[in-house]
């Protein structure tokens, strides 16, 4: 059995993450490091955690070694020499190793380059200037990588702990020179892309299994990160959680600005919070991404994106790349420094503080490696609930499912036996189902896998069609027939069901030869099909929403999403009645604090800026909030964190309300 992962484990909250990637022609790594400044810009930013370099993407090492090669410029131990300044002033020292890309190994062992089916390198061509090769780490190779991380784990004993870089799997899988004899070699047919991924996979795995073991028979206490391997995957054989036994932690590595983008970190850190192990969130400082050297993150931005972090129960890691002569920068590690005081400031309100559960989300994402299909779905349905202000969280086929008030399972979630008879067990101890299109279909797509008060018929024959609501939904909804912009399914309402809404229908479908105006064709006339049924505890709408509301950004969507859950989880934990849809929350309890609620408000508006760019640079206050939080008990006494002035409370109906007078940018509340 592979050891557990430490559930024990207290991170650090105030981390940073030290990359250094140097090439060959850098004539003077490390001249200008200075341990005594080094330590004191470390201690003066608040820092109490920093991973450094060991190996970089160059291949190059940063200390005396017998196994690898240290950089040719460099002529003292700087790993060591950064190790020794951390640990004087009190801060951690985990060190890194870079895995999956290696420049030096690919130049000088070609046939331990990765290639795909067609015999191409998988990463930069001889040609290209960005990006770097990828090495096969499950053959030959990965044996020499983990003789560096013995080399480190003996020479700087005990370590920290150690982060392994780019265990990132292929997008094909193992065709490496080696990697296809070993494939022949276990019987594996080369020519079939499934056969190889899965045998690739158990690759992966194996040299994570032997690396981890590598590392606690050294230390036992040490932390163990493999980054590329975070996948959200709602079949948990294929997700993360199949591995999280090799991992001390989980880092979500999420820097915004560019490609990550701001709804990235929340999805994730929705579906791994809820694996029972400790999370750490990972910006950058950069204005842009790793390697942006000069480019220096507008302040307002590392402070929201700090605050994301702690109000997912996570601590705080900020990238950094320092300059090749070893020197921190003033400006970056200030700047840091302003932001971290704050989280250092709010620590009592973070220490074992797990987040609130309420509406669960069922993963639609799955499918193979970089080919994973749902993530548009998941995403909408994650930008309808931080709109809500519903805690929520994403859950695979393994949760716990009597967590939640109440289950979404969006528009293309099958169901299979085993899902079937757990959602049955939730539903019969008092559970709520929500589903739209064809989630909850067996896998075959034929019929639903519960009776949830409708049968399936077929795709819906006009595209777009329209919602007509009823009189039991809220009035906003009946006053005008809301298009649905994505084909959805037709399904029949059966005998003991309530139908809260009717699909209308246009005059025609748009063709070639059959079109009116500028778009779709307008509305003609409510049909005899269902768009939304209710039987029970269940409601079932025929329309794709979440995808919809992720391609298209209809508030009707999300409102009416709000709507239904209120018929299903009436109890909400948290009510907010003049919060704006650009404000998040996140709410959490802190058990050995007598299970006070520390409730995060956030409000920052993410810009589209330049070609590819969000950008947060300005903060915009909200005044007079008010807020309720439904407790096990009334709260007796709450407050605003870390200053700890004192609000006026109220406690109606179970809920206690409080007006926070300001947040700018983040506010904690403390009801104890």
Known sequence: MPAQPNLHLRLRMRQVHLD??????????????????????????????????????????????????MHPSLIFDLLGAQIEALHGIGARAPIYISVGWDELAASEHPEW??????????????????????????????DYVLAQTEEVLTRYAPVDGIFFDILRPTYEGVYSTQGLARLRGDGVDETDTEQVLDWATRAERDFMRRASDLVRRH????????????????????????????????????????????????LFAAYFQTLGVPLLGMTGIFHKSWGDFGGLKPEAALQYECARMLASGAACSIGDQVH???????????????????????????????????????????????????????EGAMRMMMELHRPYQFIDYEADFTRYQAIIAPDVVPFGPALADKMRAYLAQGGALLLTHRAGLTPDGKAFALDIGVDYLDDAPYNPDFLVAGQQLPGRFTAYNQVLYERGSRVRARV??????????????????????????????VSDDPAIVQSGRIIYCHSPLFVAYRRHAVPYYRDLIGALLDRLAPDR???????????????????????????????AVPQRRGENLELVEDVLPLYNVRVGVRMEQPA?????????????????????????????????????
């Open 324 to 378: 090749p002569r070893g020197k921190l920068g003033a400006a970056t590690y200030e700047r840091i420094g302003r932001v971290y005081a704050r989280v250092e400031a709010l620590e009592p309100w973070t220490d074992g503080a797990e987040p609130v559960r309420e509406i669960g989300v069922l993963l639609a994402e799955t499918g193979a490696r970089f080919r994973t299909a749902g993530r548009d779905v998941d």
């Open 573 to 603: 934990v948290f009510v907010a009645p003049n919060l704006p849809t650009t404000a998040e929350i996140g709410l959490l309890r802190q058990s050995a604090q007598g299970g006070r609620y520390v409730l995060h408000l956030l409000h």
């Open 219 to 266: 230390n036992p206490q040490a932390t163990i990160f493999f980054n590329s391997r975070l996948r959200p995957d709602r079949d948990p054989a294929v997700s993360t959680r199949a591995e999280l036994s090799y991992f001390t932690h989980v880092e979500i590595e999420s820097l915004p600005s560019v490609v990550w983008g701001y709804h990235h970190y929340p």
């Open 20 to 69: 250094a990637h140097n090439a060959a022609d850098i004539p003077d790594v490390g001249r200008d490091f200075d341990a005594r400044e080094f330590a004191e810009t470390v201690k003066r930013a608040h820092i109490n955690s920093m991973t450094v370099f060991s190996k970089c993407h160059h291949g190059f090492s940063y200390h005396p070694t017998q196994v690898g090669k």
């Open 636 to 672: 007796t006494d709450v407050s605003l964190a870390p200053d700890g002035r004192a609000l006026a409370h109220e406690t109606v109906e179970g809920i206690t309300w409080v007006t926070v007078p300001e947040v700018a940018g983040h506010q904690v509340v403390v009801f104890s």
């Open 496 to 525: 003991g069901s309530t139908v809260l809404a009717s699909v209308g229908v246009p005059y025609f479908n748009r063709t070639h030869r059959h079109f009116t105006s500028h778009a779709h064709t307008p509305f003609d006339r």
């Open 113 to 142: 380059l990765q290639l795909d089916r067609n015999g191409r390198i998988d990463g930069r061509g001889p040609l290209e200037a960005m990006g770097w090769r990828s090495l096969d780490y499950t053959g030959p190779y990965g």
